[in-house]
């Protein structure tokens, strides 16, 4: 086995600014656990009350998204996977990111929803976000640009960021990134 | 017995009910995968008092953080109330805040939108 420099990873995720980063299964507790070492974290750099909680919010939403589509899938531990990163870019923004494999269509059908949250303003995605909450519960597949989605938009101060990757067996690894 | 107490949680609210007093009150965040499951309970309490009396019921919140899941959840109830108010009942949301969480006021102020009956955001110290 090939053998793990430690240093050169703290190195790594130093020089990148990330402040807490998880690769694995991700159970309901663990989201708990990290969202609960997230909010110290943020409070320990002082950051702004609201800034806090609007990172808190797109973990929550991004990880929580992850869990109701592999559940839905009855994935095993193994592919229900998730890598979620925190970190700061060089304007000290905060930026969350998360990864998930995915079905190639349902990867397709949500990276064209989160191109289209890109092109729209606060005000439409606030219209958006109204009407999606309005829909009835049956009507809601992970797939669509659901309501956690259209929340992360409304809470970044850019566009989304995402990318397909094609893994193997009809997967692709899906990666989303929001700047608060 | 007609009322409930549900303890709180890191991820899920206190909520208790008090049926002689007309009173629902939630307190702390909410964020649980399934809020359909928390939340039912509350529904169905708000449901029952609005059928079997006639006496004014108030929702008594101080309520943080909420995933999209229970903001759907909490927009059921907001709309019971409102069908109750349209039929001339007596009913009204208190929703508390620290002044230092503005997120906590644009939440409550996104409710109160959609909402015609009375709706107060107070700040408490």
Redesign the interface.
């Given at each position: 086995m090939e053998s793990l420099d430690l240093f050169a990873m703290r190195e790594n995720y130093n020089r990148q600014q990330i402040m807490l980063c998880f690769n694995g299964p991700i159970s309901?507790s663990l989201i708990?656990e990290i969202g609960?070492a997230l909010r110290n974290y943020l409070a320990a750099e002082h950051a702004h009350?609201?800034a806090a909680?609007?990172v808190?919010?797109v973990y929550?939403?991004m990880t929580?998204n992850i869990?109701?589509y592999t559940r839905q899938k009855n994935w095993s531990d193994q592919e229900a996977g998730a890598t979620v990163v925190v970190a700061r870019d060089e304007h000290g923004r905060y930026v969350v990111s998360a990864g998930n494999l995915i079905e190639d269509a349902d990867g397709d059908t949500l990276l064209a929803a989160i191109h289209e949250l890109a092109d729209l303003d606060k005000a439409q995605l606030k219209a958006m976000y109204?009407e999606q909450?309005r829909k009835p519960?049956d009507g809601q597949t992970a797939s669509g640009a659901?309501?956690?989605l259209i929340?992360i938009a409304r809470k970044s101060s850019e566009p989304l960021h995402a990318s397909l990757q094609p893994v193997a067996n009809g997967l692709s690894f899906i990666s989303l990134s929001a700047v608060i | 017995m007609n009322d409930f107490t549900i303890p709180g949680s890191q991820s899920s609210p206190t909520i208790q009910s008090h049926w002689e007093d007309g009173v629902l009150s939630m307190q702390g965040d909410s964020y649980p995968e399934n809020s359909y499951e928390l939340f039912h309970q509350v529904f169905e309490w708000i449901e029952r008092f609005l059928d079997e009396t006639a006496r004014p019921l108030r929702l008594e919140l101080r309520l943080l953080y909420l995933n999209t899941s229970s903001i759907k959840a909490m927009m059921d109830i907001f709309d019971l109330l409102e069908a109750a108010y349209r039929d001339g009942k007596d009913v009204a949301v208190n929703w508390y805040y620290d002044r230092r969480n503005e997120r906590v006021v644009e939440l409550a102020e996104e409710f109160k939108e959609d909402c015609t009956f009375p709706f107060s955001i107070l700040s408490h110290d």
């Open positions: 309901r708990e609960n009350p609201s909680m609007d808190f919010a929550i939403e929580q869990r109701h109204k909450l519960r659901g309501l956690g929340d | -």
